[in-house]
């Protein structure tokens, strides 16, 4: 057995049962541990999201605005599989695959609020007089056990820092290149040498640079997906019911259709629960402990209040964009259809054909574009990840120096080369980020609880 075979089923095997069961299993647990708090205040968290209070600067520590650090984060979080990762799912696991995004996300909600708050509850101020913070800081000072936090510290940062490099830069680089190349004809040299020299400019300047692209660009770029996706649901209105009802009946008894069959697709209730799950986790990245990295630079009064502001973060994700990327699809009836080559349309080649039902060829630019966005804004969100973990394990600023100027440079080898075995690699990085997070969120459950029941005082004499 060759390497490249040995790392793929390493990487299946990583992001296989045991880890997707641990993922969804401690927000199923956080959840009911916590009343369902964190479903029952959403609104609370969507007032905070776009109250005025959210933006200031001044109220609290950290480096930037609240609003501004959520928006960073999505960033790194609203990505490619946003649109090729639901077109996946839906082709390997079927309509069905959907529903199974959602519970994830859902479940997903509470994780992503326990680890952004223990996050800011425990961050540090660094020499520069920034703000430092992630798993690794919980780890290291929220445990008793002083030894086993710093263990699972390390080796978080570890996973993260490589996982930067692969998951959130390289693969992201090539997706922009490939899209560039095969909508435009633009050459992958040129991608590569004009997409290395933005990402210098704005790494370059730390959180706050980062942040000022993020505040623009994530919300022009998801509202934009989100009105020419409702625009194609919308005229394909026709066939939404008929997708609805594959997408709930396929979740649960891909029998009753057609004996689970749809068109060139073949599906079965646990495929469809594996590749929901699978990519629901994959997308809004609840439970890896990525978020929770850029949750501790926000200016923030109380740890509980900031962790509810970037549980939002798994709600636009996933209950918003892939929805929508779902619904495109559903309504369009194109899936189970075969591509001219006589094989089933799948990925990149599926949303495309749902787009081009009712945009023409105007569907390919509008899929290639947003795919080139989500992953620039992927690339420029995963530097800050990247950059705290390297300073947590190296300490200093030169460090960090270093490995904005590596990143930068890292852009254009993605941009220009396959690389499979690179790809494989950083997947198996993502995955491996989230055992030592998920433990920290099951060791410190009872801080969580008692957090969210001290906080829940104050919204209740708020209203």
């Given at each position: 057995m060759g390497i490249e075979k040995i790392i793929e089923e390493i990487d299946a095997f990583v992001w296989g049962p045991v880890t997707l069961m641990l993922l969804v299993g401690t927000g199923v647990y956080l959840t009911v541990a916590t009343k369902f708090l964190p479903w029952r205040n959403v609104g609370y968290a969507l007032k905070s999201v776009i109250s005025k209070k959210a933006r200031e600067t001044k109220r609290g520590k950290g480096d930037i605005s609240a609003f501004s650090s959520l928006m960073t984060a999505s960033a790194a979080t609203i990505g490619t599989g946003n649109i090729i990762g639901v077109a996946t799912a839906m082709y390997a696991g079927g309509p069905g695959a959907l529903v199974w995004m959602w519970v994830s996300a859902l479940f997903g909600l509470t994780t992503k609020f326990s680890e952004c708050m223990l996050a800011i509850k425990y961050r540090i101020v660094n020499e520069k007089g920034e703000m430092s913070g992630g798993p690794m800081y919980t780890m290291e000072r929220g445990f008793k056990n002083q030894k086993l936090g710093k263990i699972l510290a390390i080796l978080f940062a570890v996973f993260t820092t490589f996982a930067s490099f692969g998951i959130?830069?390289?693969?992201?680089?090539?997706?922009?290149?490939?899209?560039?190349?095969?909508?435009?004809?633009?050459?992958?040299?040129?991608?590569?040498?004009?997409?290395?020299?933005?990402?210098?400019?704005?790494?370059?300047?730390?959180?706050?640079?980062?942040?000022?692209?993020?505040?623009?660009?994530?919300?022009?770029?998801?509202?934009?997906?989100?009105?020419?996706?409702?625009?194609?649901?919308?005229?394909?209105?026709?066939?939404?019911?008929?997708?609805?009802?594959?997408?709930?009946?396929m979740a649960v008894n891909p029998k009753a259709i057609?004996?689970?069959?749809?068109?060139?697709?073949?599906?079965?209730?646990?495929?469809?629960?594996?590749?929901?799950?699978?990519?629901?986790?994959?997308?809004?990245?609840?439970?890896?402990?990525?978020?929770?990295?850029?949750?501790?630079?926000?200016?923030?009064?109380?740890?509980?209040?900031?962790?509810?502001?970037?549980?939002?973060?798994?709600?636009?994700?996933?209950?918003?964009?892939?929805?929508?990327?779902?619904?495109?699809?559903?309504?369009?009836?194109?899936?189970?259809?075969?591509?001219?080559?006589?094989?089933?349309?799948?990925?990149?080649?599926?949303?495309?054909?749902?787009?081009?039902?009712?945009?023409?060829?105007?569907?390919?630019?509008?899929?290639?574009?947003?795919?080139?966005l989500f992953a620039f804004s992927t690339i420029i969100g995963w530097e800050y990840h990247g950059e705290k973990a390297v300073e947590y394990l190296f300490q200093g600023t030169r460090p960090v120096l270093i490995y904005r100027i590596l990143y930068s440079l890292i852009v254009y080898i993605g941009c220009v080369q396959a690389l499979d075995v690179i790809w494989n690699i950083s997947d198996i990085m993502n995955a491996l980020m989230a055992i030592p997070n998920l433990i920290c969120l099951l060791v410190m459950s009872k801080e969580i609880i008692q957090e969210v029941n001290r906080f829940q005082k104050i919204i209740d004499q708020s209203k």
């Open positions: 959130g830069n390289m693969t992201q680089a090539n997706s922009i290149s490939g899209v560039m190349n095969t909508a435009f004809a633009l050459p992958e040299v040129y991608t590569g040498i004009v997409l290395t020299a933005l990402i210098f400019i704005i790494v370059i300047g730390g959180i706050k640079s980062i942040s000022r692209v993020s505040d623009v660009m994530v919300p022009v770029m998801a509202i934009l997906y989100i009105i020419m996706g409702l625009l194609v649901i919308i005229l394909n209105i026709k066939g939404l019911p008929a997708g609805l009802y594959q997408i709930f009946v057609g004996g689970g069959v749809l068109g060139a697709i073949t599906v079965s209730v646990m495929n469809s629960i594996r590749y929901g799950v699978a990519r629901g986790c994959f997308s809004n990245e609840a439970g890896l402990g990525s978020a929770a990295i850029t949750a501790a630079s926000a200016t923030s009064e109380d740890a509980v209040e900031q962790g509810y502001i970037f549980m939002m973060d798994t709600f636009f994700d996933t209950i918003i964009i892939c929805t929508i990327t779902g619904l495109v699809i559903a309504s369009s009836g194109v899936l189970g259809s075969l591509g001219a080559d006589g094989l089933p349309l799948k990925g990149v080649a599926l949303i495309t054909a749902a787009f081009e039902t009712v945009l023409g060829d105007i569907g390919k630019y509008v899929v290639s574009i947003g795919i080139g």
